[in-house]
């Protein structure tokens, strides 16, 4: 069974801040994913990585999948309160996509 | 374009009772798929159907089952519910099959209260 675990779980911060949240795993993904999921509504797609030691950068979002292809990372500069959600990795592999236990950001003004 | 559609949005049932969510994806998408969400377990894959066919299944008991019909409509159903099925069902559309990586939309999920 392949496992994502997010750390941390929830993050409470000031606005202007910088942070970061980690996903990692045991196994190998062929391709990780982030989500943001606000209240009443579904998961929406912020990224794709796919190869290891990739990085991507979403405005103040910087997104990186680790050299083995096990781990991923996100940072988020400057958080403003617009970035409150729960933050989710998903990774591929088995044909299927597996979620991460989740971080909850609560941005404070 | 519309996104994907769930219904219902909300709804409680007792035990031993028996519930049908659905499903409308995106239009040309023929991929579904299935998740539960708790605050204990997070995000839970149960199935995917494509073209009609389970392309794969999670680890739920056979209490749990869904089809796809030839719209790309999906429905889920459970079973014999228990209290511990209480959670937030997601559906989420692709054009592809969830393997082939493409972007997967997810609707704002049926909220099942068990009693």
């Known amino acids: 069974t392949q496992l994502l675990e997010q750390s941390p779980q929830f993050l409470s911060i000031q606005e202007g801040e910088n942070l970061t949240v980690y996903c990692n795993s045991s196994s190998v993904f062929s391709s990780l994913q982030w989500y943001r999921q606000e209240p009443g509504e579904g998961p929406v797609l912020l990224v794709t990585?796919?190869?290891?030691?990739e990085v991507k950068k979403l405005k103040r979002l910087t997104f990186q999948f680790g050299d083995a292809r096990k781990d991923s990372s996100l940072h988020i500069t400057a958080a403003q309160p617009g970035d409150t959600g729960l933050y989710l990795c998903a990774g591929f592999g088995n044909e299927k996509l597996t979620f991460g236990t989740g971080t909850r950001l609560t941005i404070i003004p | 374009k519309a996104g994907v559609t769930q219904t219902p949005r909300y709804l409680i049932k007792t035990r031993g009772q028996q519930v049908t969510l659905s499903c409308s994806p995106i239009s040309g998408h023929r991929s579904v798929s299935w998740y539960q969400q708790t605050p204990g377990q997070g995000l839970q894959f149960l199935f995917e159907y494509f073209s009609e066919t389970q392309r794969n299944k999670g680890n739920f008991p056979g209490r749990f089952s869904g089809r796809q019909f030839s719209n790309s409509r999906s429905e889920m159903n459970v079973s014999t519910l228990e209290l511990g099925d209480s959670a937030l069902y997601l559906c989420?559309?692709?054009?592809?099959?969830?393997?082939?990586?493409?972007?997967?939309?997810f609707g704002e999920g049926s909220w099942l209260t068990v009693v």
């Open positions: 990585v796919v190869t290891g030691g």
């Open positions: 989420a559309s692709s054009t592809m099959t969830v393997s082939s990586g493409n972007t997967i939309y």
